[in-house]
């Protein structure tokens, strides 16, 4: 659009950005980062349309929040579904795991966004993400895929911040990583796993719980909360079990809390 309106200074290397590539296709998750990102998108570039691929890595409410933003920003969001457990690559669940997964996933993207139209795809990978804990950065790298968060400069704090000044639900959303980081490492990724795994975290949401995971290693869970939340917990313990125990063996909590 010309004539922006007044931004954020923190903004302004955004603007910029959308202003030098008008036209551009978003990977859409619903998360805090891709939420914001296509805030911006929205309202500095030309035309953008948001595609959400969806797998068994990602729990329906993730499905939901990514609708919900779309159709208030009024932007375009197209679902791709991608059956993700075809890939012996990816349900092999070995320490590439996550590359495998980023190249098929933004493979499946570019070729639905080149079939409508648009040749430049962005992420939403920001400043604070550390290329040596984002083992998918390589693959978004060979597939050209762009960061404008990360070029920009904005971190995690900068984005949660403009998120809330912007309006959008998501600016205090816990991150949330998929699925099949749940279940442990070299252990094979199956579909019912997967369906175990959310079915137990979605328990505990409905108990009130909002950080947390549900890990998976071979047939035990073991439950990763905030230190504050672990007498909350025990008080909630016969309702975890009833949720929980008809799918594990054992259910187990992690005395190291997440920070």
Not at 203 to 221: C, E, I, T, Y
Not at 229 to 247: I, N, Y
């Amino acid at each position: 659009m010309n004539g922006y309106p007044t931004i954020d200074p923190r903004e302004a290397p955004l603007a910029d950005f959308f202003r030098k590539n008008p036209r551009c296709a978003l990977a859409f998750s619903g998360g805090v980062d891709s939420a914001y990102l296509l805030w911006a998108a929205v309202r500095f570039a030309r035309q953008t349309a948001a595609y959400y691929v969806n797998t068994p890595f990602q729990p329906a409410f993730e499905l939901a929040d990514a609708r919900r933003l779309a159709e208030g920003l009024g932007a375009d969001l197209r679902v791709l579904n991608v059956d993700i457990l075809d890939d012996k690559a990816v349900t092999a669940n070995g320490p590439d795991r996550c590359y495998h997964c980023k190249r098929r996933l933004f493979t499946e993207i570019r070729r639905a966004a080149g079939a409508d139209g648009y040749q430049l795809i962005l992420d939403g990978t920001n400043a604070s993400d550390q290329e040596g804990d984002r083992p998918g950065i390589r693959a978004l790298r060979e597939l050209s895929v762009r960061s404008p968060l990360r070029e920009a400069g904005l971190t995690k704090d900068d984005i949660r911040r403009l998120s809330r000044q912007a309006g959008l639900f998501t600016w205090d959303k816990p991150a949330y990583a998929c699925l099949a980081t749940r279940i442990a490492p070299g252990q094979t990724i199956t579909a019912g796993d997967l369906a175990v795994t959310e079915t137990a975290e979605e328990a505990l949401k409905n108990l009130g719980f909002s950080d947390f995971r549900v890990r998976m290693a071979g047939k035990q869970a073991r439950i990763q909360l905030r230190e504050e939340d672990f007498p909350r917990l025990l008080e909630h313990r016969q309702e975890v079990l009833e949720a929980l125990g008809p799918h594990y063996e054992a259910i187990t909590l992690d005395l190291e809390a997440r920070l």
